[in-house]
């Protein structure tokens, strides 16, 4: 279980007017200028008036998570920490919509659609409809692409397959990551047509998916690679040095989302 806060204590805002009166009402802590949005002794949570523009700010930590301007929209924003506590903060705090942490993402939700927060920012009326609604990408597999793909490194994968047969998958120093360095997995173009390159990329592509355990018979920690992970992993691999050619994206349609596996790629 991850660590998160408790917002249950803190205020429900829905409009500038409720944020401006709230923001005036709270006296600052003695000796300092932070205005706890809740309870006194939660001061990482705080509500202040951005100097210069007149918006009231809801902060979590350093986070400028709920601000209120004088037009009477709001910015839902999450710092880049997709967190339960960022989502759990931002939907007690923000009286529109909910927000809620979904496979890594912040999502609002509301009438309109829901809507994975961007990095700079959702931009919402005072109705709580988004301004500037991001549109959802999801990306899925051309399996003719991949296929193609997948045939130029054939002779490498079942190359690395019988590497992993014969040495049985073991690496008998297993705290000796240093000899395996990080670095490419597969062979490049050129190397394609060079086997007696491909050992020291096999090794490395074993021990990146290896894991240890105990051997009773040699009464020795050892790293184990199976064929199933060493297989994973240069897929894994190909999938990073051509996605654009190995996957089709599609745009969703605004207020619809969809989760996209496949996102960590690109």
């Not at 020795?220 to 050619?245: F, Q």
């Amino acid at each position: 279980m991850g660590f998160s806060i408790n917002p249950n204590h803190l205020p429900v805002l829905r409009s500038y007017a409720e944020a401006d009166a709230l923001e005036r009402s709270i006296v600052p802590i003695r000796g300092k200028t932070v205005k706890p949005l809740g309870k006194r002794s939660a001061q990482h949570m705080k509500i202040e008036r951005e100097s210069g523009t007149d918006n009231i700010v809801c902060i979590l930590f350093a986070t400028p998570c709920v601000t209120f301007c004088p037009n009477d929209t709001a910015v839902l924003n999450y710092g880049g920490w997709a967190s339960l506590s960022t989502a759990g903060f931002i939907n007690r705090v923000y009286g529109r919509g909910s927000t809620s942490l979904k496979r890594n993402q912040i999502l609002y939700t509301h009438r309109s659609g829901t809507f994975a927060l961007p990095p700079f920012g959702l931009t919402l009326d005072a109705n709580g409809v988004p301004l500037n609604p991001p549109r959802c990408t999801v990306h899925t597999i051309n399996r003719k692409n991949l296929a193609a793909i997948r045939q130029q490194y054939v002779p490498y994968l079942e190359y690395a397959l019988v590497v992993r047969d014969m040495t049985s998958g073991a690496f008998t120093d297993p705290h000796s990551p240093g000899l395996y360095p990080n670095g490419p997995l597969l062979p490049s173009q050129n190397e394609l047509e060079s086997p007696e390159d491909w050992y020291p990329l096999v090794l490395r592509a074993m021990w990146q998916c290896s894991y240890t355990q105990y051997d009773h018979a040699a009464n020795t920690w050892v790293r184990k690679c199976t064929a199933s992970g060493l297989r994973n992993i240069l897929m894994d691999e190909i999938y990073k040095l051509h996605p654009h050619y190995v996957f089709d994206t599609e745009v969703l349609p605004i207020g619809e989302h969809k989760h996209d596996k496949y996102r960590k790629y690109f």
